[in-house]
């Protein structure tokens, strides 16, 4: 009996062995260190990928609230900065040395594991080296490490489990669903994707009309559009192959992305003043995307326009490329910190920590053009009713409101409440803080006057919504 007590005893020692290597106990640039657990560390998944993960405990009761995966988009951008700069607990300062807590962080009510995918982002790594990767690589060792993330913290493997994320997490969560519903073992409830890439097609379509609808495109060229785009009535602005049309739509494109306005917040100033916007690597045109990543913008007709300008794609590896109008060197001085690296338990293998990898960037292989079919068999699966929310800054312009809007509409679910304003509580009262229309199990929501990145440009608006999908609350 004794003998077997003490195998017992080694066997809990062991499975807490990981978790207790990888807890923060002091995080540089606080004035106090938080009354919550957090852990930051490794999750190990194939060929030998080793995922970093931040993992902060909920602020409410970590032992029953539920566990939220976070990922940023990209590809190849950190998931980090939605911790630091949108939602986590901690907001990193313009001095890149210190964090202010943030009042509405959303472990105010919920377990957040910030996982930064694939390996090559952030402080992740792979043994050898390998960063060429695709959606379906992704979205098997996301999968991987969500199982092991349960194997070292199995006291939350019964909590409720809701998969997020924003921008290209429009393509790595509902992929990433579609494996973790077929699991019993992981209690998946629902997902939620923020300013998410749904459809490269309507995603080009809508954002023409987003910009004449917001003043940006004169009488002169929105009468060409419609002349050599549309026909009967419906318009292709995506692959067109009409050069009239193509010329008129690189117009658009110019506007857009090289005037100087500001892509991820049309109404925001522009941080940094106005540089390079677009850049051309393998025949592509390469627009930089949320959360400074670099993405190969899905404006087909445009690739063929400047594939002469090949050349320019060795500049990617050797100079360093933000995204236009974004500033993450405060994120980028504080993480690459030695102090702070070691209390992040960050490898020695790991990289020097950048907001997005041009490298899995540009080996990146883009396999979904749109994830219809993952949002399909999450609502209609017999076993479960999944709780499903689409969510979009309304003055974003890298993933517009209305090419969502499309999509979620596209997938034909029975309406149960008609489109309507949704309302918050701020410092000034009751206020409007978008649209919604809810289906059965889906709802599509806008949040007024907010870019690509929701909780930082309304934090209290994102954090109501963010609660009442948490909790299965109406809108």
Known sequence: MQVLLLCYFLFLLGADTAPTADEVTYLPGLQKQPSFRHYSGYLSVADGKHLHYWFVE??????????????????????????????????????????????????????????ESPA???????????????????????YLALKEFFRLFPEFSKNELFLTGESYGGIYIPTLAERVMEDASLNLQGVAVGNGMSSYEMNDNSLVYFAYYHGLLGSRLWTRLQTFCCRNGTCNFYNNQDQNCSDSVSEVQVIVYSSGLNMYNLYASCPGGLGQRVSVDRG???????????IHHPWTQLWNQVSKLRGLASLHLSVRLDPPCTNSTPSSLY??????????????????????????????GRLYMDVRKQYLKLLWCPLQKYRVLVYNGDVDMACNFMGDEWFVESLHQQVEVQ??????????????????????????????GSGHMVPSDKPIAAFTMFTRFIKKQPY
Not at 64 to 90: A, I, K, M
Not at 95 to 106: A, K
Not at 335 to 364: D, G
């Open 419 to 448: 489109r309507r304003p949704w309302l918050y509580n701020d410092e000034d009262g009751r206020q409007v803080g978008g649209f919604v229309k809810e289906f059965d199990n889906i709802a599509f929501l806008t949040v007024k």
């Open 120 to 142: 090559g982002v952030g402080f992740s790594y792979s043994d050898d080296r390998n960063y060429v990767t695709n959606d379906t690589e992704v979205s098997m060792n996301n």
């Open 58 to 115: 909920s602020q409410n009761v970590p032992a029953s609230d539920p566990v939220v995966l976070w990922l940023n988009g990209g590809p190849g951008c950190s998931s980090l900065d939605g911790l630091l700069t949108e939602h986590g607990p901690f907001l990193i300062q313009d001095d890149g040395v210190t964090l202010q807590y943030n009042p509405y962080s959303w472990n105010k009510i919920a377990n957040m594991l910030y996982l």
């Open 335 to 364: 993480l690459n910190n030695p102090y702070v690296r070691a209390a992040l338990h960050i490898s020695p293998k790991a990289l020097e920590w950048v907001i997005c990898s041009s490298e899995v960037n540009l080996n990146y």
């Open 284 to 294: 592509e045109l390469v627009i930089r995307d949320l959360g400074n990543s670099f």
